[in-house]
């Protein structure tokens, strides 16, 4: 069990994680830095430039936008931060980067979570640099599967395309959920009863992917009957393989401006 984490940047992802670990008894007690007006925490919150407790933090989170690691890491005393092991869960911000603005020989772990660890659900590529041992991975895979599943990637550059699948994926699925329930306005239904069937076909089917084995393709035959109604909307994604090639296009994207965050280029 961590005894003292210190995270800079308690929004979104930071807050998730950090009140995550705390429900859970993985992480006794949390100071987060954060200017916001952030309320109902279980971490005791510092706005930005107010003086820190004298900790030796165990480890430190960094949660902040990706331009602002700097700032928010150089405004804390580097007494705090002398035996801390760093998680950054920022996108594109490289170990190249991270490094430096550490104490020298710190240990550094990159990760790559996404939404769904609000409720337990989400998933984490993480990778680490070589000054993080068996033990402190153990316990960083433990941190990371307590809201969901976790995976440890095998170069850097891999986090890249986690970024670009599962960092940014839901926001894909949500597009897809609104396109769906808009359709089945126009088709007569109303929003609430759109809204519901989306949603839960949205899940039913993630939950038949995720069991063992599944093929995504023979899923989506079991669907299709010959003929049938399905056949007839499928053909329209699959003209000229138009769904496949924009999601291709939209998750290169994702990875070129993934390359993009990184300070260091
Ligand atoms: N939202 C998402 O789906 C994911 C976000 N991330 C990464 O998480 C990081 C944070 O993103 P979100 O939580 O979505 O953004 P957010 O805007 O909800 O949280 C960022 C927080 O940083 C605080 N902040 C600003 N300046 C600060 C400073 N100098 N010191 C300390 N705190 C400061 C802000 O007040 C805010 O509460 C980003 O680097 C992003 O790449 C990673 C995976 C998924
Ligand atoms: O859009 C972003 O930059 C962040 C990283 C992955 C999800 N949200």
């Not at 930071?14 to 705390?22: F, N, R």
């Not at 949205?202 to 599944?214: D, F, I, K, V």
Request: hydrophobic share 45%.
């Amino acid at each position: 069990m961590v005894k003292h984490a210190l995270f800079l940047g308690y929004g979104r992802m930071g807050s998730a994680l950090g009140e995550a670990w705390l429900q859970a008894g993985l992480v006794q007690h949390i100071d987060a830095v954060d200017p916001g007006n952030i309320q109902g925490m279980q971490a005791s919150l510092y706005p930005a430039g107010q003086a820190l407790p004298a900790t030796d933090y165990e480890l430190v989170v960094i949660a902040v936008k990706p331009a602002l690691a700097q700032a928010a890491l150089q405004a804390i005393p580097p007494a705090r931060l002398a035996r801390a092991c760093f998680i950054s869960v920022m996108a594109g911000v490289s170990l190249r980067t991270l490094e430096p603005l550490a104490p020298a020989a710190a240990p550094v772990i990159r990760t790559m979570p996404n939404t769904p660890v609000i409720i337990g659900q989400g998933c984490t590529g993480l990778y680490a640099n070589n000054r993080v041992n068996p033990a402190l991975k153990n316990m960083v895979s433990a941190l990371f599967s307590a809201v969901g599943t976790a995976c440890w990637v095998e170069t850097e550059d891999q986090l890249h395309a986690v970024t670009a699948i599962s960092g940014s994926g839901p926001a894909y699925y949500h597009l897809f959920s609104e396109a769906l329930a808009q359709a089945g306005m126009k088709l007569g239904l109303p929003p609430d009863i759109a809204n519901m069937l989306a949603a839960r076909t949205a899940l039913g089917a993630a939950s038949l992917q995720c069991q063992q084995h599944a093929d995504f393709a023979a899923l989506r035959q079991a669907v299709t009957s010959p003929n049938g109604t399905t056949h007839a909307a499928i053909q329209i994604f699959e003209q000229d393989e138009q769904l496949r090639h924009l999601v291709d296009r939209a998750a290169m994207q994702a990875h070129t401006r993934s390359r993009e965050l990184d300070p260091a280029g």
